[in-house]
C-alpha cells in the first residue's frame, strides 16, 4: 500500500498573509503541517496564535525565528554581534517550545561572513549551533542547520553544500543537531544522492521548491515549474529514512514582475499540493 504524502508549507511562502490567514488557509487546501515564522506572531504573547496550529489540524515541520543566523543576513542584518543573534535564538526556542511537538526542527543558517571570512564563521558555529542545540534539546526541541545555494554567498551564508554542511554537523556531533535539506539549496551539490545517504538520520527537516535563473536572491518557483529533479531527490531521502512532513519553502521578491507574492496564494497553494502529490506519485516509479 503506498504510504501517504505528508506535505507541508512554510509562512514564507504566504509571506503577505497574517498568520491566522496562514492557519486557516493551509487547513481548508489539506496541507498537513506549518512551518511557524516568528516574524508574524504577536510580540506579546505567542500562546493564542500558536494554539490556534492544533485546533485548526495542522501540525508543525518546523520554526523558523526572526534571527536565525549566527552572523548578518539579508532577513536580519541587525543585530550584529553573534552573542545578540545566539540569545535572540534562545528567547525564541524558549517562547516557542511549549507550543510545538517534541523534536521539532528550529532552523539555523550561518549568515554572511564577515570581510568574507568563511573561516572565522565556521569556527564560531562549531560552538554556537553546539550551544543552541544543548539548548533546544533541554526544551524538547532540535537544531537543524541549513546549507544555502552559493548565489546567497556575501549576503546569506557562508558555506554551501550538503557536503560542507555534513562536514560541519559531523565534526559537532551533537544529538540534537542535524541538517535542513533545501532542495533549492543544494540541489547542485556534487554527489547529491551520495551524500543523502551519509547522512544518515541527520536530515532533520526537508523543504522543496523549484529552480530557474533567479533574478535576485529571493526567486524561486513553484513544483514542477523549474529543472529541479525534486521526484529523485524526495525518493532519495524517503530511502534513506526521513518520514517527516516535506515543506514547501518559496521565497519571492515584491519587485519582480511575476512575484508569487502578489499573486493569487490560495491558487499557488492548490498548484503546489497537486503538483506534489504528482511527485510523490513519480518517486515511487
Known amino acids: 500500500m503506498s504510504e501517504p504524502a505528508r506535505f507541508g508549507v512554510s509562512e514564507f511562502t504566504t509571506w503577505p498573509w497574517s498568520f491566522e490567514r496562514d492557519v486557516e488557509r493551509y487547513a481548508a487546501h489539506g496541507i498537513d503541517a506549518i512551518e511557524i515564522c516568528e516574524f508574524k506572531l504577536d510580540r506579546n504573547d505567542y500562546a493564542p496564535q500558536l494554539e490556534m496550529v ?11 525565528s526572526t534571527v536565525h543566523s549566527l552572523f548578518p543576513d ?14 535572540h535564538m534562545k528567547s525564541a526556542i524558549d517562547r516557542i517550545s511549549p507550543h510545538v511537538p517534541t523534536g521539532t526542527p528550529f532552523v539555523v543558517i550561518t549568515g554572511a561572513a564577515p570581510g568574507g571570512d568563511a573561516e572565522r564563521v565556521y569556527q564560531r558555529a562549531l560552538s554556537a549551533f553546539a550551544e543552541l542545540a544543548d539548548f ?24 554551501w553544500g550538503l557536503d560542507n554542511a555534513l562536514d560541519l554537523v559531523r565534526t559537532i556531533d551533537h544529538p540534537a543537531l542535524g541538517l535542513c535539506f533545501d532542495t533549492w539549496n543544494i540541489f547542485e551539490t556534487p554527489n547529491l544522492l551520495r551524500v543523502i545517504r551519509e547522512c544518515g538520520d541527520r536530515i532533520f527537516l526537508v523543504q522543496v521548491s523549484d529552480w530557474h535563473r533567479p533574478r ?3 526567486d524561486r518557483v513553484g513544483l514542477g515549474d523549474g529543472t529541479i529533479d525534486n521526484a529523485a531527490l524526495v525518493r532519495a531521502v524517503r530511502d534513506n529514512g526521513y518520514r517527516r512532513p516535506y515543506v514547501l519553502e518559496i521565497f519571492s521578491s515584491e519587485s519582480l514582475p511575476d ?6 496564494l490560495d491558487r499557488v497553494l492548490e498548484k503546489n499540493v497537486r503538483a506534489f502529490a504528482r511527485l510523490w506519485d513519480e518517486r515511487e516509479r
Request: proline content about 9%; hydrophobic content about 45%.
Open 74 to 87: 539579508s532577513l536580519a542584518p541587525a543585530p550584529s554581534d553573534p552573542e545578540d543573534r545566539i540569545a
Open 216 to 218: 535576485s536572491g529571493a
Open 136 to 159: 533546544a534539546a533541554a526544551r524538547g526541541m532540535r537544531v537543524a542547520y541549513e546549507p544555502l545555494n552559493p548565489v546567497l554567498f556575501n549576503t546569506d551564508t557562508a558555506l
Open 259 to 264: 512575484s508569487i507574492w502578489q499573486a493569487d
Open 54 to 64: 492544533a485546533r485548526a489540524g495542522l501540525g508543525v515541520s518546523s520554526v523558523q
